[in-house]
């Protein structure tokens, strides 16, 4: 069995990605309230701050803050996963092995993580985050997909607001080391 060793930086910031098992569903956009439900749950139990995050019909990227002394990202990302799981009636494709371990089939099992190790990496990989509807088609610019922080961030002055529409340059938004797909 795989050992994952995931790197822990007691109130770093840290990039993650998140896919649904199925990745041809829409199931997150589709029921965005229970998600966001989930989120503002554990951030009641388990405070972070919310750098960036966009939601996809099937995956979804953020980059978070923890509090200073706390590393703990993996209790939160269960915590969310299991809320927005358990207030999804069941009924999805589930394999043998998670249907003997009594586990729903809506999320991939891990998640990948990257921690952000300065201003630069922390402003590619929020640049990423906003850039992915666009990078998939699913809007013109970032401006136009409703689930995303990038409004957010356009009102407190960090980006205009035709930042990043479809025909501009992409630039490299963290495609590099730091894709997740």
């Not at 043998?96 to 993580?113: D, H, I, N, T, Y």
């Not at 699913?138 to 009102?155: E, G, N, T």
């Not at 407190?156 to 894709?179: H, K, N």
Request: net charge positive.
């Amino acid at each position: 069995m795989p050992d994952y060793r995931r790197h822990r930086v007691p109130g770093g910031r840290y990039f993650f990605t998140l896919a649904l098992a199925d990745r041809r569903s829409d199931l997150l956009v589709r029921e965005i309230a229970a998600l966001r439900a989930a989120v503002a749950r554990t951030r009641t139990l388990h405070p972070f701050r919310i750098d960036a995050w966009v939601v996809l019909p099937e995956h979804m990227h953020a980059v978070w803050t923890l509090p200073e002394g706390d590393a703990a990202y993996s209790v939160r990302w269960a915590l969310i996963k299991r809320w927005f799981s358990a207030a999804i009636p069941p009924g999805e494709d589930r394999s043998a092995s998670r249907a003997a371990k009594g586990e729903r089939g809506l999320w991939q099992r891990r998640f990948w993580e990257h921690t952000v190790r300065d201003d630069a990496d922390f402003a590619r990989h929020v640049d990423y985050v906003h850039f992915n509807p666009v990078k998939h088609g699913l809007a013109a610019s970032a401006a136009d997909w409703p689930y995303s922080s990038f409004r957010r961030a356009v009102a407190r002055g960090c980006y205009p607001v035709t930042w990043a529409l479809r025909d501009e340059d992409a630039g490299d938004f963290g495609e590099g080391e730091a894709s997740a797909e």
